[in-house]
């Protein structure tokens, strides 16, 4: 079955700096990955996916990923932070022979002004 | 377009009464999900519906519940007798098979469930 490590439970950044939120993931074949955000009392929203191709993938909101196969590994990344970035940020890996989505538990990001 | 709904937003209900949760889902979309989440985890998946099909269910869906989407359009999530333990936040989210929005799911703000 696939899985997700999102292994930090929340990250600081100062308002400004570049922002990583860390992903492993561990799925037998060729992955499909996400990357979803939530805001309080809103629903998950789409940040942005890798499904074949360029293994640097950019999003939403000034975001972008990149595929690691080696390391298996999918990391968020942002250039530089707001403090509108602050939020619950999930990774999220799919098994493409299946339907189900395996989240990891999330990780809190702070952006401090 | 007006996204994923869902109702109640918030249920509060005493163990062993039995609760009902609906999912509208993006008119377009052919597929949907039911994932539960609980405080400091990320989503489960429950069960997923193509159509008015049931396809996939995780062992997570214990007897006690149950859910449908009778015409392919809205769904329902039943929960029977609850326990303490079905207390968590029900999440529905509607995808496209194909095309650049397969595999993205749009997901509605959730149901929370609360039992005492």
Redesign the interface.
Known sequence: AQSVAQPEDQVNVAEGNPLTVKCTYSVSGNPYLFWYVQYPNRGLQFLLKYITGDNLVKGSYGFEAEFNKSQTSFHLKKPSALVSDSALYFCAVRDPRGNRLAFGKGNQVVVIP | DT??SQNPRHKITKRGQNVTFRCDPISEHN?L?WYRQTL??????LT?FQNEAQ??K?RLLSDRFSAERPKGSFSTLEIQRTEQGDSAMY?C?SSFRGGFGA????????SRLTVL
């Open positions: 996204g994923v597929r999900y400091g985890q990320g989503p489960e998946f997923y396809l996939e995780s999440l989210a595999n993205v799911l749009t997901f509605g703000a959730g």
